[in-house]
């Protein structure tokens, strides 16, 4: 299991329009965190690995993760960093540090908001 709690918000980090969520850490850019959810990791398990199957827990919704990214894990650890593609808005070729949802209801996000991938 991965937990993380939502520090920041960037004015243009959601979308109705565009249905996915784009995370870093705290060392994002001031760029980046303009368009992205600054997170930092509170509970890390350090043999867990996000697949296919697994839950995504954001605050109190799940969602089930149908793809993962080849490298998904290792940025969320390494960087705070990752995508999340919600329902329809798959995209043809993978993006390495994405997971896929099945839901098409992107979250309403708050600060202090916390994100749970387990299994």
């Known amino acids: 299991m991965i937990k993380t709690e939502v520090l920041e918000i960037g004015k243009g980090a959601i979308s109705q329009e565009e249905p996915l969520l784009i995370f870093f850490g705290k060392t994002a850019t001031p760029e980046l965190k303009n368009v992205s959810i600054i997170q930092e990791i509170i509970l890390e ?3 867990y690995v996000i697949e296919k ?20 894990t290792q940025q969320l650890k390494e960087f705070g960093h990752i ?4 329902g ?7 993006v ?3 997971i896929y949802l099945a839901s098409n209801i992107v979250p309403d ?11």
């Open 96 to 98: 390495a540090s994405a």
């Open 83 to 86: 995508t999340m593609f919600f």
């Open 109 to 119: 996000l708050k600060i202090g908001s916390t994100v749970t991938y387990c299994k």
């Open 88 to 94: 329809e808005n798959q995209q043809e070729h993978e």
């Open 53 to 72: 199957g697994d839950t995504v827990l954001i605050d109190d919704v799940n969602y089930k993760i149908v793809k993962v990214g080849s490298l998904a």
């Open 45 to 47: 398990d350090g043999n």
